[in-house]
């Protein structure tokens, strides 16, 4: 019906517009972002970490933008690298040698044993949509 055509058009046009709106905030919190490091006249490795976060997020958008599909990997690459930075920062910056470094480093862990399983079974188990 022309209703639900309409209301598919909508949808579409929301979509398209939360993803700009989505890649253009990545964009410009990283390039701010960078600024910084140049006005603090270098970088950390919390600093080239929230970099890389912010390049697997845009890569998820434009993944997103070309398949519209989720790519749960890259939600799973950002947490590794938002845990990494924080690890980062208890041991260089606030120089903490105590068991919150343990449960970081096995949330990396579990992180990367469900990223294994993921690419595991997409691979083993293919959906009927993959093989269309």
């Keep these: 019906t022309t209703g ?29 972002e960078f600024i910084a490091m140049v006005d603090n006249g270098g970088a950390t490795i919390q600093d080239i970490l929230l970099l ?48 919150r470094i343990l449960i970081i480093a096995g949330a990396i862990l579990l992180l990367s044993i469900a990223l294994l399983a993921i690419r595991y079974g997409s691979h083993r188990f293919t959906s009927d949509d993959a093989s269309k």
């Excluded at 598919?8 to 046009?13: K, P, Q, S």
């Design 52 to 99: 890389f976060i912010y390049l697997e997020l845009g890569a998820m958008v434009g993944i997103y933008f070309k398949t519209t599909h989720m790519p749960m990997r890259f939600l799973i690459y950002v947490a590794m690298t938002a845990l990494t930075r924080l690890l980062f920062g208890f041991i260089s910056v606030e120089h903490y040698t105590d068991f």
């Design 4 to 32: 639900e055509a309409f209301g598919n058009i909508l949808v579409d046009v929301f979509h398209l517009t939360a993803l700009f709106a989505i890649g253009g905030t990545i964009v410009w919190a990283a390039v701010f």
